[in-house]
Each structure stands twice: as C-alpha cells, then as structure tokens.
C-alpha cells in the first residue's frame, strides 16, 4: 500500500518510515506531490489537528495518509503550552523564544512534572480517521542543558534519567519519546490492516 506522511518535517518523516517498516508499505512524503494545501492548526487538541491535517491530505492526494501534532503540557501550568506549543512565545515558531517563555513562567514553580503529548490519525482516501496517542512523563530543568533534539528537549528530563533529551543519543530519545509510544501503538492496532491494502476502513 502507499501511504501518504503528512509532514513537512523531514525527522519526523524519517522516524514514522522506520518504526513503520514493512516490505508491502511504501511510504510517500509530502515532497513528492508538489504544492499541497496548507492546513491551519487551529484545533484544541493534538487529536483535533492530526485528524485535520491527515484529512485535507488524504482527500487532496486521494491516498491514505497518516499525520502527528506534538507538544507539552506543564502540570503546573494547567496543562500550557499544549496545542501552541510551536507558537508558545508567538509567530513564527521560535524553540529559543518558547523555552525561554516556560522558564520564566516556571520560575519558582516547585512542581515540575511535564508530559509531550503525541496524537497520530490514519485516515482513509474516503477522509475517514482513527487515532492512537502516547505520552511520556518526565520533570522540566530551571535552565537548558544539551545541543540535541529540537524545541522544549533541553528544558526535558524524561523519567527515569538524569539528563535532558537534547543531552541523550537521539536512538535512546526515539525509544522513549512520545511519537515511539503512539507509532508503536499505530503499528500493532493497524499494522495488519495497512498490509492487506483495504480500500477504506473496514465498518
Ligand atoms: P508539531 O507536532 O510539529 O506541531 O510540534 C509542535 C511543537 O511541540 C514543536 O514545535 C515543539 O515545540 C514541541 N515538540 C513536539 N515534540 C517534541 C519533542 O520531541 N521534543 C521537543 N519539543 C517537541
């Protein structure tokens, strides 16, 4: 089958191909159909704006198409930056800008417990979507530490180790992170189905 990833970013393209593997899936990026439509991520939920962005895909390409939205929530913070966790600190997304945001509205804020979040919606060509999610816990740091990853990594320590993910090898943050959890979930609920090449999703 192929199957469209919705994602203009080339580390996520590369990490949902290789979580999604298989010999009878050929995975299609963005790149290769020329202009798309572009989608306003204005829904409240990262389950909202996958399924957003897999759907105008899905019916403008004609093909089935997976999407992700990512972000964090701050326990204290009542859940914030959430779904404007690109545009924390405004447009255009700035990592810097948006760590630097948190860390001043964290200040003195002793509970420091933190999650990403990540949402991932399968869409079929008719444009009809299902989603998994994964999470991962961790604690924010008072200050940045590591050159690695992107956007909140050096302000995150994940549970169970002592550095930030933009201090760990990008094979163990892979292993830990939220888009593994929810991508692995992906596989083992619709592995099977994306194999045998079904025109829509069975009802
Ligand atoms: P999106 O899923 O590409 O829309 O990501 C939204 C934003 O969430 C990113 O711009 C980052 O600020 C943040 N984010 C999502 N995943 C990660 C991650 O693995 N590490 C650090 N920041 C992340």
């Avoid at 010999?23 to 790149?31: F, H, T, W």
């Avoid at 740091?141 to 590591?146: E, K, N, S, T, V």
Wanted: contains cysteine; proline residues 5%.
């Amino acid at each position: 089958m192929r199957l469209l990833i919705a994602t203009g970013n080339r580390h996520k393209f590369i990490e949902i191909s290789a979580i999604l593997n298989s010999p009878r899936l050929v995975m299609i990026s963005m790149s290769e159909l020329g202009e798309v439509p572009s989608v306003v991520e204005d829904g409240v939920t990262f389950e909202a704006n996958a399924i957003k962005k897999a759907v105008t895909l899905a019916r403008f390409s004609g093909l089935w198409t997976l999407a992700d939205d990512s972000g964090l929530e701050v326990e204290a913070l009542g859940g914030e930056p959430g779904v404007w966790s690109a545009r924390y600190a405004g447009e255009p997304s700035n990592d810097a800008a948006n760590n630097d945001k948190l860390l001043r509205k964290m200040t003195g804020v002793v509970n420091r417990r933190a999650r990403f979040r990540c949402a991932i919606a399968l869409v079929d060509p008719m444009g009809r979507a299902r989603t998994v999610s994964g999470a991962c816990e961790g604690t924010l740091r008072d200050q940045p530490r590591g050159a690695g990853g992107f956007g909140y990594d050096p302000l995150f320590v994940p549970c169970g180790q002592s550095l930030t993910f933009a201090e760990i090898a990008s094979e163990v943050k892979n292993g830990l992170s939220h888009r593994a959890q929810a991508l692995t979930l992906a596989v083992q609920e619709w592995g099977g189905l994306l194999e045998s090449e079904p025109e829509c999703w069975p009802v």
